[in-house]
């Protein structure tokens, strides 16, 4: 998949769905608690009959826009007649960071359904990508168990959500769990100080954290912490911009940053952001449509940097969710996402599980 910008595309018709799916057992962070899932799929028509999918997941845990804004948004695209990358990202329209991404996903679909449709030459196949497990806070003895489960399942790396418990038992009791050679990763979501973060850390440097992910909210705090502590810091809510990650580099706040492509704005903001530091995918609990871009943009950063920086990508949250609304979606097996062999995304939607899961517009 290319992530080039390119001319406009005759749009005949706009469809937004805002719909949630449900998580297996309560996702709880030092942000809060979720049940369920919402998110708002994006259907773009051109005027062949062909469909891009795109998605906006509302970043609710971290005050972001509301789910009502993002769907407000993208219905005003059927104003338009055509839509391009380069009108999408400027200030022309004026959308939300996951509008923005469900917009451009969209294009970006429906550019390699046309591409397909039109038979020109194949590209490569696609790469599967190494994931992180994602484990909620909880107990610890809870917390190992469940990483034992994604142990046998074929993962390698662990990513621990501290901040709203035991966080240095939990983590003891994950490295104890699955032995000396699986990383352990860490992620409060900003809920210590900097005190707090260089303390805890400090605890946590005996069971090789691979990585802390967002420890403190602001990029000074992070450059206080980064400068105490030999753990390697990543940057998340604090980088939503080329311009964050260059002053994150400069400052020598983070290593590298996980990318979440509706907080950035999608897939074309997210490889400028990796172009100024080493970065990983991460979810921001997507549904189908947005894994399988997040996936592609995971396997464009891999091959440009002839490996990557060798982070597993955050993208095997599916697992956490009690159903999905595709018939067609991302694979994981073995720890690995493997993403589908159709055209574009290669996403295709169940319309009975659709209409299940739909919300009613407020």
Known sequence: MQFAMMGGVKIASVEVIPYALPFRQPYVTA??????????????RDVEGRIGLGEAVPLSLRGGVSLNRIVEELQALSARNSLDEATLRSDAIALSAPARCAALTALLDLRGRRAD????????????????????????????????????EGFSTFKLKLGAGEDVAQVRAVREAVGPEPRIRVDSNAAWDVEAAVRTLAELEPLDVELAEQPVASLDQSAEVAGGTTIPIAGDESIVSAADAERARDLGACAVVGLKLSKVG??????????????FLSSAL?????????????????????????????????RLFSSTIASVECEIRDGMLHPPDGPGLGVEIDEAALARHRLDAR
């Open 266 to 279: 999608g897939p074309e903001a997210a490889i400028e952001i990796a172009g100024i530091l080493p970065s």
């Open 117 to 152: 449709a039109e038979h020109r030459p194949p590209v490569a196949a696609e790469q599967a990508v190494e994931c992180n497990a994602t484990l909620v806070s909880g107990e610890p003895e809870a917390v190992a168990a469940d990483a034992l489960a994604w142990l046998e």
């Open 286 to 318: 997507d549904g189908p449509v947005g894994i399988a871009a997040a996936a592609q943009v995971a396997q464009t950063l891999d091959a440009a940097s002839g490996g990557g920086p060798g982070l597993a990508h955050g993208l095997a949250t599916q």
């Open 31 to 44: 942000r809060g608690r979720l049940d369920r899932r919402e998110m708002v799929m994006l259907r773009l």
